[in-house]
């Protein structure tokens, strides 16, 4: 059930081609920094929430498997570390950003459903992960809102799909696409062992639904707890 | 009809204070980049849509006035230039970057009569201009789709009540939440100086409703074409 669409396996040449990573740049103009107490604490949040997913040579999760399922994929690399907005100053092979950001889609009922039943990231037992990289084509893009909604839910039952996975599979959206990011979406998932086959047909499913078609790159790392 | 709600005209200790903006600082980890020409493509195509309004001292942009409508204001400055993605490397007071993204909330019914009467930006008949940065509430990013596209449209006909000063008003929505900015948006103008009582009039419809009882800070900045 898990390769319900074609996949690629990374070659080595592959990982040379893709490892001319950028260095890291300069932002070039001041900003107009937040002032007062209230909003400095606004800002502060809101930094929490910007987090650098980065391919290192040792950290808390060992790469089992990097492959493209769509398009491109991205080095290899023997560990991923998760950094929060404040911290990523460490040197990384690559680093994919993404902000964990408000909801897009979700209605109040279906987010009520979704929170009496999501677990939280870092359960002891959950020592399985996968970081999903998404982008999505300039199609899906052009769509309206209610265009958009209708294809994710009306029609591809986005989020009554990943329900039935709940509270099995802990999973995280981050948001990249406002950010100039090669990928529109990072989502981290997080397993325990025995819930592997659940999370492959997760991804079975999710995959052979219309949404998908507007999948126009897609990477699947696949990580254990060191 | 201009002033609806309480403003706060910027003092000269206000400019003082407001002045202390960060220094540019740098991006610290490499970055995964896109691969393969469709790939550079679409990324270009991307920064293209990211835009800085900067502060400086002399450019396109005439400052006329700058005040806070609710919450802090930003350092005085005597010209405001637009800059993409690109050349963004202009030295300035401060900069306010957003990015050009799809929209939120728009259905296609509604785009479609939008897109139908909404003019160009650059008309040259239209030498005012104004930059309205927004901040909204927590309360309003903890709402759900539904709840804050109710607020937006279904009671608080926002694209309606703009729909009546198109095409003689240009508009231009920048995202900026994301990006970790002190602001949500930013929104940009355009308009010929005899529309300028009509322009006000919309302020005025947009900051008397319930959604602008979710703005926690609000700053607009009048410009005329220098």
């Not at 398009?71 to 290899?76: D, N, R, T, V, W």
Request: with cysteine.
């Amino acid at each position: 059930m898990r390769l319900l669409t074609p996949t690629t396996r990374i070659s080595r040449r592959d990982i040379l081609l893709a490892a001319s990573v950028a260095l890291p740049g300069c932002a070039s103009s001041p900003r107009v920094e937040p002032r007062g107490p209230e909003e400095e604490g606004a800002r502060r949040a809101r930094g929490s929430n910007s987090t650098r997913f980065v391919g290192v040579s040792s950290g808390p999760w060992r790469v089992i498997d990097i492959r493209a399922v769509r398009g491109a994929s991205i080095p290899m690399a023997p560990f991923v570390d998760v950094l929060s907005g404040k911290d990523d100053q460490r040197s990384s092979a690559w680093a994919l950003h993404g902000v964990a950001s408000h909801g897009r889609y979700t209605t109040r009922q279906e987010k009520t459903a979704l929170d009496a039943v999501t677990p939280q990231l870092g359960r002891p037992e959950a020592t399985h992960a996968a970081l999903i990289p998404i982008r999505k084509t300039r199609a899906w893009w052009d769509l309206t809102q209610d265009e958009r909604r209708a294809v994710f839910e009306e029609r591809g039952r986005h989020i009554a799909k990943s329900l039935q996975y709940l509270p099995r599979i802990a999973r995280k959206l981050y948001h990249a696409r406002d950010l100039g990011e090669p990928f529109d979406f990072l989502t981290w998932f997080e397993f325990a062992p025995a819930d592997g086959p659940a999370f492959d047909e997760l991804l079975g499913a999710l995959r052979a639904g219309e949404e998908w078609s507007f999948v126009e790159r897609e990477v699947e790392l696949r990580l254990q707890r060191a």
